[in-house]
């Protein structure tokens, strides 16, 4: 569902799937090849919150900011994802069950663990592998996880012809 908010909607490329489970209300910015799936929400309502392209947002995560807040391209956002952050790098991936709050900022192909949490307004630089409660940097990415983030990504843009060839259940 797409909804209007003080005047501001949802801007999505038309190269971008949103499932019709998902909820998306004020200043969004969805890129192309990009996917948002069912039981997510994005909710705009005290800035705008932009997504790149090539970047999935998946099953029941929650993405809100208090201000702008923007998410690069080929970003994978996995399952049950609390994101308040206001800067998520190109090429990141968020574990399943993450919680990033207000204000955090995350550089260019960083890697934060399921289950993790990272606390308010905490940076983190680029290629950061990141675990743990409270969230710290426990090293640099290392270039398999990188193999996976790619192919998280890129996954995630395959699915989206596939989805939309199989139309809607009415």
Not at 11 to 29: K, Q
Not at 45 to 56: L, M, P, R, V
Not at 64 to 73: E, K, M, T, V, Y
Request: aromatic fraction near 4%; glycine fraction near 12%.
């Amino acid at each position: 569902m797409l909804k209007s908010l003080g005047g501001k909607s949802p801007r999505i490329d038309p190269e971008a799937f949103v499932s019709e489970a998902a909820y998306i209300i004020g200043d969004v910015v969805i890129g192309p090849r990009s996917s948002v799936w069912p039981g997510v929400v994005i909710r705009a309502d005290s800035g705008q919150i932009a997504i790149g392209s090539g970047t999935n947002i998946q099953d029941n995560s929650v993405l809100h900011a208090d201000a702008d807040a923007s998410i690069g391209d080929d970003v994978t956002i996995g399952h049950g994802v609390v994101c308040h952050a206001r800067q998520i790098g190109n090429g990141s991936l968020i574990g399943n069950g993450a919680v990033l709050n207000d204000g955090v900022q995350l550089g260019e192909e960083c890697l934060v663990a399921a289950g993790s949490t990272i606390t308010e307004n905490k940076v983190f630089p680029p290629r950061s592998l990141i675990r743990g409660v409270p969230g710290k940097a426990l090293g640099e990415v290392k270039e398999r996880h990188m193999e996976l983030q790619r192919r998280a990504a890129e996954s995630y843009v395959r699915r989206i012809e596939r989805y939309r060839a199989e139309g809607t259940f009415e």
